[in-house]
């Protein structure tokens, strides 16, 4: 078995190597926003209860404040289960306005004249001051390696739908997780790689429904990576007009009625409305902001240009 995918696990392992050589020599805490998503983790390790959107320009999860809890969620257990340095995240955020790089923007008030650079810390980050966050942050950034790896496994599945040949296959699959980008998201602790692997896996399963057809059990799978996708990041939804278009070609294809194509789309629904269907509530009669927009739309979160 594990020969017949030999070439695609030495992509895999490429990849893998080419992440961990990235988080090793991006230092701590200066991924893109990576200190908000720290804190919501350790929010959640120390009080096991989400933000408060009310607050969210004083408290330390900041615009991450309507983030929905999946990925935090699971990298707080990760922590837990390896017993790693929890740090309060109030007290994490002064320190980082101390010692972080005060010139690095994203996502803050844009700076043409800004290069990007990042501070660093000296030997495995000894003049960043407190090796307990250094160590959490490290154990922390392999969650989202773990991602990458289920994006990369769902590229793979997907191109094996459209492409007979292997080479044809694996070249699509190295286009997508070589891209620098793709490498760098998966190299720290945050958000989007998560929603990157659902949203593949995603689309790989309606490949699939396209060449083998419905049935109920991959009707649900695909309702539930939906659902667990918008746990991770609500944006994972706009893959979900795709879906209804593999739905809509499959009972084309098959003569399917009008019921039955109805019934099919139910299934999907099914385990978005059981398990984002909550969330969604919450978010509406607690703060009336259903999918937790309204953290990112304080003007000083917004770019006045595009970049």
């Given at each position: 078995?594990?020969?017949?995918?030999?070439?695609?696990?030495?992509?895999?392992?490429?990849?893998?190597?080419?992440?961990?050589?990235?988080?090793?020599?991006?230092?701590?805490?200066?991924?893109?926003?990576?200190?908000?998503?720290?804190?919501?983790?350790?929010?959640?390790?120390?009080?096991?209860?989400?933000?408060?959107?009310?607050?969210?320009?004083?408290?330390?999860?900041?615009?991450?404040?309507?983030?929905?809890?999946?990925?935090?969620?699971l990298a707080a257990q990760?922590?837990?289960?390896?017993?790693?340095?929890?740090?309060?995240?109030?007290?994490?955020?002064?320190?980082?306005?101390?010692?972080?790089?005060?010139?690095?923007?994203?996502?803050?008030?844009?700076?043409?004249?800004?290069?990007?650079?990042?501070?660093?810390?000296?030997?495995?980050?000894?003049?960043?001051?407190?090796?307990?966050?250094?160590t959490a942050n490290r154990?922390?950034?392999?969650?989202?390696?773990?991602?990458?790896?289920?994006?990369?496994?769902?590229?793979?599945?997907?191109?094996?739908?459209?492409?007979?040949?292997?080479?044809?296959?694996?070249?699509?699959?190295?286009?997508?997780?070589?891209?620098?980008?793709?490498?760098?998201?998966?190299?720290?602790?945050?958000?989007?790689?998560?929603?990157?692997?659902?949203?593949?896996?995603i689309v790989w399963q309606?490949?699939?429904?396209?060449?083998?057809?419905?049935?109920?059990?991959?009707?649900?799978?695909?309702?539930?990576?939906?659902?667990?996708?918008?746990?991770?990041?609500?944006?994972?939804?706009?893959?979900?007009?795709?879906?209804?278009?593999?739905?809509?070609?499959?009972?084309?294809?098959?003569?399917?009625?009008?019921?039955?194509?109805?019934?099919?789309?139910?299934?999907?629904?099914?385990?978005?409305?059981?398990?984002?269907?909550?969330?969604?509530?919450?978010?509406?009669?607690?703060?009336?902001?259903?999918?937790?927009?309204?953290?990112?739309?304080?003007?000083?979160?917004?770019?006045?240009?595009?970049?």
């Amino acid at each position: 078995m594990l020969h017949r995918y030999r070439r695609f696990l030495v992509l895999l392992a490429l990849f893998v190597a080419g992440v961990i050589a990235q988080g090793r020599t991006m230092p701590v805490m200066e991924g893109s926003d990576e200190s908000v998503h720290t804190a919501y983790v350790e929010r959640l390790r120390r009080e096991g209860q989400l933000p408060d959107r009310a607050t969210f320009r004083t408290n330390s999860t900041r615009q991450e404040s309507g983030q929905p809890p999946l990925t935090y969620w699971l990298a707080a257990q990760a922590a837990n289960l390896l017993q790693l340095p929890s740090t309060d995240s109030d007290a994490l955020l002064a320190h980082l306005g101390t010692i972080r790089n005060t010139w690095l923007t994203p996502p803050d008030g844009w700076n043409r004249r800004d290069n990007l650079n990042h501070y660093l810390h000296g030997r495995d980050e000894s003049a960043f001051g407190v090796p307990d966050v250094v160590t959490a942050n490290r154990a922390l950034r392999l969650t989202s390696l773990v991602y990458g790896v289920i994006a990369v496994v769902g590229a793979y599945g997907a191109a094996r739908e459209i492409f007979w040949r292997e080479s044809w296959a694996l070249t699509a699959t190295a286009i997508f997780a070589f891209m620098p980008t793709m490498i760098h998201v998966a190299a720290y602790l945050n958000n989007d790689v998560s929603g990157i692997a659902f949203a593949t896996l995603i689309v790989w399963q309606a490949l699939r429904l396209l060449r083998v057809g419905a049935s109920s059990r991959r009707l649900l799978i695909l309702g539930l990576l939906l659902a667990l996708g918008a746990l991770s990041k609500v944006n994972v939804l706009l893959v979900a007009p795709g879906v209804g278009m593999a739905l809509l070609l499959d009972a084309i294809n098959r003569r399917l009625s009008l019921l039955r194509l109805i019934g099919s789309g139910l299934l999907v629904a099914l385990p978005i409305v059981a398990l984002f269907g909550p969330w969604v509530a919450w978010g509406w009669l607690q703060y009336r902001d259903p999918f937790g927009f309204m953290t990112h739309l304080h003007p000083t979160l917004s770019y006045d240009t595009l970049l």
